[in-house]
């Protein structure tokens, strides 16, 4: 379990749900999280489970990324990543469609417990990293 930080990102959050964990990082590329968490929120309210994502079509999809742009290109990574978490066999998320390495790193960091062989160049995550490096020892965190 990833320690809380001061930063309180959405990955602290969804460590323990990695398609969520994901699609969050979907929702938050190229968007300010002030702007793409509220979205994100009605969104997991309504697809819980990429297997709910199976079920729905593209204009149900759109209506979450509307307010945020990149509406069409959005719904699409959504929709393709999620067949392929579902079907692909893979090790590190960023063998899945749509997910680079911002997705890549907050799984490896939150879900995977592998922070100390990340370098993130997302700020945030780069924050919660050095955070992490210098409170190591007092959180008992390896």
């Known amino acids: 379990?990833?320690?809380?930080?001061?930063?309180?990102?959405v990955q602290?959050?969804?460590?323990?749900?990695?398609?969520?964990?994901?699609?969050?990082?979907?929702?938050?590329?190229?968007?300010?999280?002030k702007r793409a968490l509220p979205q994100l929120h009605k969104f997991l309210a309504q697809y819980s489970r990429p297997e709910d994502i199976l079920q729905a079509s593209y204009e149900d999809i759109d209506e979450?990324?509307?307010?945020?742009?990149?509406?069409?290109?959005r719904s699409h990574?959504?929709?393709?990543?999620?067949v392929e978490f579902l079907e692909k066999d893979w090790k590190y998320p960023r063998e899945l469609y749509g997910i680079g390495k911002y997705g890549d790193d907050s799984y490896r960091m939150f879900c995977i417990?592998?922070?100390?062989?990340v370098s993130p160049d997302d700020i945030p995550l780069t924050m919660y990293r050095n955070w992490l490096l210098e409170n190591a020892d007092r959180l008992g965190v390896d």
């Open 1 to 9: 379990i990833p320690p809380r930080s001061p930063y309180s990102l």
């Open 12 to 33: 602290e959050d969804l460590f323990d749900n990695p398609w969520q964990l994901l699609v969050a990082t979907i929702f938050l590329t190229k968007t300010a999280a």
């Open 64 to 73: 979450y990324f509307k307010p945020l742009g990149l509406t069409n290109t």
């Open 77 to 82: 990574t959504i929709m393709r990543f999620t």
């Open 113 to 117: 417990n592998e922070w100390r062989q």
